[in-house]
């Protein structure tokens, strides 16, 4: 099961990277059907970590990151088919991102769920994470290509995925206060994932605060709310020695 | 600039630093805080400028829907458990059942109203609100939030009635309680742990592979039924000679994770002078409600005959609002990112602008 999963994750790797090539060279049938396969490879990769954990795959960061094509791909085609934004290239570029990371990471076998962990929030807090950050992630890229080449089209698409992606950022810090009110009789426990959440959703909250504001100032906030994104996700588990009532997630 | 600083206090605390977290928990935040609930309170007065009446009236047809989709979740959920309970208990899934159609219908309805009425600059005005109530509830419960611990056998024979604050006040409940039962499951899985004496320390080796009938680390093989108990040790170990003649190294099992752990309470109130029974389970993740207290199940320890059972008491003034905020929150968020603009082209006027 491990080699096999390895193999998938190898799999979808390649399916983003080539939906990625077809999608910058304007081969939109082919990065549609590369879009369709790494979404369908992703389902199985899912269910197969599922069937390994013995558990919902939520248990380290291996199984979040492989999590990510699996949303990646509707949210793309929402963005396609209900915004008239295409950013298939984007969303594939994230995806590889994703697997390239679910590679790097060490192969777990069963997570034993611990108690807290039990409850109806964990599945739906945990999924709108990983929903908003797959999307803020494509909304940083939009922005650093805005920079590229000089023009509002990619800002604005930048914005239309932060503008999508927002209310799961807000739906994760909130509920996850809602289950700490039943889980630990405390809303709030500043944390240092919970601090570094909270930057990230106020950063956003300046960026939208600055609807005003010019270009220059719009993209650096998007990319400075996309490193308190990383920051959250990744340097707060991956730093050795600290300590944090979110451990379970390293 | 009050996001701004908030901000830049949170990045203080969010690096742990020697002493830097306290700059978070100081009263630094409280007063940020209170400033930036003024501001959304004043902002969201000023984005429902001559809309405020609709904007009151869309907010409360919002709540009841809000609270509608509660009723059908929760009382829809029982009518399931009741169903696939069978017998006698299809009538109660019948009333529950009908319970969830009138949270349904109240959802439906004032969903529809809610609808008609609000737009995306009321759901903005309604954001701003909500984190006003939800800065309300906070400050209400660093005001009045009252904690207390509890330790109680799960036999039964200790009833309490009074509690220890943290703060080292006694409390007098309004109900009295006490821990029948305590169950707890655990995950099968068996591991070891291999430990070497440092001096007055034991440092962990590693985890021997576990094998049909025992262990194996690197070239070594233990038999598991070599594993000793001891009134002592809280698992069967072995200890193993080292170089010398004296034994310096330390096999044993890990204590097997644990799956769920829930305690069976007894409370007791009084109601008009007659005395109310109530026999519910706590758990963790699922708090007991009563008179305005929350029971929580924190953790336990187990004794000669029985379990500790430790128990977390909490009475909040504040939850109501700061729980109605965060969903307030989450909900006019969504509305506002998601809700259909009527000017198609507002995002590009912006960047424009």
Same mark, same amino acid.
């Not at chain 1, 034993?112 to 803020?136: E, I, K, N």
């Not at chain 1, 960026?207 to 990744?234: D, E, N, P, Q, W």
């Not at chain 2, 000793?228 to 698992?235: A, E, H, T, V």
């Given at each position: ?250 | ?49 001559? %809309?405020?009446?609709?904007? !009151? ?73 909500? %984190? ?8 209400? #419960? ?26 080292? @006040? ?29 001096? @007055? ?7 021997? @592979? ?9 070239? *070594? ?36 994770? !644990? ?10 109130? @009084?109601?008009?002078?007659?005395? *109310?029974?109530? #026999? ?46 965060? !969903? ?19 995002? #590009? ?5």
């Amino acid at each position: 099961m491990t080699v096999f999963i390895i193999l998938l994750t190898l799999f979808i790797l390649l399916l983003s990277v080539v939906c990625w090539l077809a999608s910058v060279f304007r081969r939109s049938q082919a990065a549609r059907t590369a879009e369709v396969a790494a979404f369908g490879s992703a389902v199985a990769l899912f269910i197969a970590n599922w069937c390994l954990a013995e558990s919902l795959p939520f248990g380290n960061m291996r199984h979040v990151l492989c999590f990510f094509p699996l949303v990646l791909a509707p949210a793309s085609l929402y963005m396609r088919h209900c915004r008239g934004v295409e950013l298939t290239a984007s969303f594939a570029a994230v995806g590889a991102f994703a697997m390239l990371g679910a590679l790097c990471m060490p192969m777990q076998a069963a997570w034993r769920q611990m108690p807290a962990l039990q409850s109806p929030w964990f599945a739906p807090h945990v999924t709108s994470y990983v929903v908003a950050y797959g999307l803020l992630a494509v909304s940083a890229a939009q922005a650093l290509l805005s920079f590229r080449k000089g023009s509002c089209d990619s800002l604005r698409a930048a914005d239309e995925v932060a503008r999508l992606a927002f209310p799961f950022l807000t739906f994760g810090l909130w509920s996850g206060a809602l289950w700490a009110d039943a889980a630990w009789a405390r809303y709030w426990a500043w944390d240092i994932k919970e601090v570094w959440a909270l930057i990230t959703w106020c950063v956003y909250l300046i960026y939208f605060h600055l609807c005003g504001a010019s270009v220059t100032v719009r993209r650096v906030l998007i990319l400075v709310g996309f490193a308190a994104v990383l920051i959250t996700f990744f340097v707060v588990n991956l730093l050795p020695n600290i300590v944090s009532v979110h451990s379970y997630a390293q | 600039m009050v996001l701004g600083v908030v901000c830049l206090l949170l990045l203080v605390g969010g690096f742990p630093l020697v002493g830097a977290p306290q700059v978070y928990r100081s009263g630094v935040m409280l007063a940020l805080g209170i400033a930036a609930a003024l501001l959304a309170l004043w902002g969201g007065w000023r984005i429902g400028a001559g %809309l405020r009446a609709r904007l !009151v009236i869309g907010l409360i047809c919002t709540f009841f829907a809000g609270a509608g989709i509660v009723v059908l979740c929760q009382y829809g959920s029982k009518a399931v458990q009741y169903a696939m309970q069978g017998g006698v208990m299809w009538f109660g899934a019948l009333g529950m059942l009908c319970t969830a159609t009138v949270g349904g219908l109240f959802t439906a309805i004032f969903g529809y109203f809610s609808y008609r009425l609000m737009n995306r600059r009321l759901w903005l005005a309604g954001i701003h609100w909500s %984190l006003f109530v939800l800065a309300l509830g906070s400050y209400l #419960d660093f005001c009045g939030e009252v904690n207390a611990s509890a330790q109680l056998p799960s036999n039964g024979r200790v009833t309490v009635c009074e509690v220890m604050t943290t703060e080292g @006040e006694k409390v007098l409940l309004p109900f009295t309680l006490r821990v029948d039962s305590f169950t707890a499951s655990y995950y099968g899985d068996e591991s070891y742990s291999l430990y070497r004496r440092d001096g @007055e320390e034991w440092t962990l080796l590693g985890h021997p @592979e576990v094998m049909v009938d025992c262990l194996k680390f690197e070239d *070594e093989l233990w038999a598991m039924e070599d594993l000793q108990s001891s009134p002592g040790m809280p698992q069967p170990f072995l200890l193993l000679p080292g170089e010398g003649e004296q034994p310096d190294r330390l096999l044993m099992r890990n204590e097997r994770p !644990v799956k769920d752990y829930a305690a069976a309470c007894h409370i007791e109130t @009084e109601y008009r002078g007659r005395k *109310e029974v109530q #026999d519910e389970v706590v758990r963790v993740n699922s708090p007991l409600q009563c008179k305005g207290w929350m029971i929580y199940l924190n953790s336990y320890s187990p004794m000669s005959s029985s379990t500790l059972v430790t128990l977390h008491l909490r009475k909040a003034p504040g939850r109501f609002f700061a729980l109605l905020g965060m !969903v307030g929150v989450i909900l006019c968020t969504a509305c506002w990112c998601w809700w259909p603009r009527e000017d198609k082209n507002s995002t #590009d006027k912006e960047l424009a602008a």
